[in-house]
């Protein structure tokens, strides 16, 4: 029997965390050790919020763990799902349990398109894992794929010189203005318009997803909540000669201890690109990486393959593909208008 879990009752979220943690890195090339007060903050995400549901056996054991995300400012169609059952659980109908009540739950929040991620090792062929044979017999249809990189840390000084000479032979005017936890007042209103511009140029395959809206206030929250979950970040704005933010880059460093980084949204504007801006950015941020946190030892990116541009920057740092994420979609309804 599915059962919702009380997600502000911590100790049963922290249970909930511990079963769900090992089955959905049981299958990956590069593990997310995820921890728990930064998973149980970002549940509690005003624009993001979600919903966690179990399957118990009779011996009270979780074989089954389920997260539903209903995006709140943007993407109101939309339901983000995440379903883990353990190998040696699966094949019992747990899932398949565990889907008719997201069904259910997605009916009753209004939300017409389910996205569900299933990340494969490059090893297998495309669409042969468990998660993506589950996914295609519930009418999942392939909506995006894309590969997740990992850049090896150290960059060697040398290396990261002679990337920013070749970039800042191309910079003709534009300033870097870097950051930490909170973007500077001044530049506060043009972040948040190159943020809301990131789905409109990203490549996103068949997707069903609208461009995400940053406001001001979104973004304070979203600063808040990252210090809330232990999480450092470091953020590149490239500035254009008129003042216009051309593009920005940001990278988190969460509180785990294997070494991670990840990089986060990379965008220059189109009226800005031909600049080696995004190399740029990257190599910035990377320096300042490198000198306050030594002991990190990668950097992980996820870049569509149709994403010429980024894939020959991060070429560029160094990284190797290892593992691909398949984003599968299925919509079930009409979607509102109006």
């Known amino acids: 029997m599915v059962e919702r879990v009380d997600s502000d009752n911590e100790a049963a979220a922290r249970r909930w965390f511990t079963a769900f943690e090992p089955a959905a890195d049981d299958h990956r090339a590069v593990p997310t050790h995820m921890m728990f007060d930064d998973w149980y903050a970002a549940l509690h995400d005003p624009s993001w919020p979600g919903a966690v549901f179990w399957?118990?056996?009779?011996?009270?054991?979780?074989?089954?763990?389920?997260?539903?995300?209903?995006?709140?400012?943007?993407?109101?169609?939309?339901?983000?799902?995440?379903?883990?059952?353990?190998?040696?659980?699966?094949?019992?109908?747990?899932?398949?349990?565990?889907?008719?009540?997201?069904?259910?739950?997605?009916?009753?929040?209004?939300?017409?398109?389910?996205?569900?991620?299933?990340?494969?090792?490059?090893?297998?062929?495309?669409?042969?894992?468990?998660?993506?044979?589950?996914?295609?017999?519930?009418?999942?249809?392939?909506?995006?794929?894309?590969n997740h990189r990992i850049i090896e840390l150290p960059v060697s000084d040398e290396r990261l010189q002679a990337l920013e000479d070749h970039a800042a032979a191309r910079r003709n005017g534009y300033q870097l203005v870097e950051f930490g936890a909170r973007?500077?007042?001044?530049?506060?209103?043009?972040?948040?318009?190159?943020?809301?511009?990131?789905?409109?140029?990203?490549?996103?395959?068949?997707?069903?997803?609208?461009?995400?809206?940053?406001?001001?206030?979104?973004?304070?929250?979203?600063?808040v909540r990252r210090v809330r979950q232990g999480r450092d970040s470091l953020s590149v704005l490239a500035i254009a000669p008129d003042g216009a933010v051309a593009g920005y880059t940001q990278l988190v460093v969460p509180p785990t201890d294997d070494g991670r980084v990840a990089q986060a949204d990379t965008?220059?504007?189109?009226?800005?690109?031909?600049?080696?801006?995004?190399?740029?950015?990257?190599?910035?941020?990377?320096?300042?990486?490198?000198?306050?946190?030594?002991?990190?030892?990668?950097?992980?990116?996820?870049?569509?393959?149709?994403?010429?541009?980024m894939l020959a920057v991060n070429a560029a740092l160094g990284a190797t593909a290892r593992e691909r994420m398949i984003e599968y979609q299925r919509t079930d309804g009409q979607r509102a208008t109006g």
């Open 183 to 223: 973007c500077p007042p001044e530049y506060v209103d043009r972040f948040c318009a190159a943020q809301s511009r990131f789905l409109h140029e990203a490549p996103l395959g068949d997707l069903d997803v609208e461009p995400e809206v940053w406001t001001p206030e979104r973004l304070a929250e979203a600063e």
């Open 267 to 309: 965008l220059v504007l189109p009226d800005h690109r031909g600049h080696r801006l995004g190399l740029a950015m990257k190599l910035r941020n990377l320096r300042r990486l490198q000198e306050h946190w030594p002991d990190r030892t990668y950097v992980g990116t996820w870049n569509a393959e149709g994403n010429a541009a």
């Open 55 to 146: 399957v118990r056996s009779r011996d009270d054991d979780v074989v089954g763990t389920m997260v539903a995300h209903t995006p709140a400012y943007d993407n109101r169609h939309v339901l983000d799902l995440g379903i883990r059952v353990p190998p040696e659980h699966r094949r019992h109908g747990i899932g398949a349990a565990l889907l008719d009540v997201a069904q259910t739950y997605a009916v009753d929040h209004g939300r017409t398109t389910v996205l569900a991620e299933v990340v494969e090792p490059l090893a297998t062929a495309q669409g042969s894992s468990a998660g993506s044979r589950f996914a295609q017999a519930a009418g999942f249809g392939v909506g995006m794929v894309e």
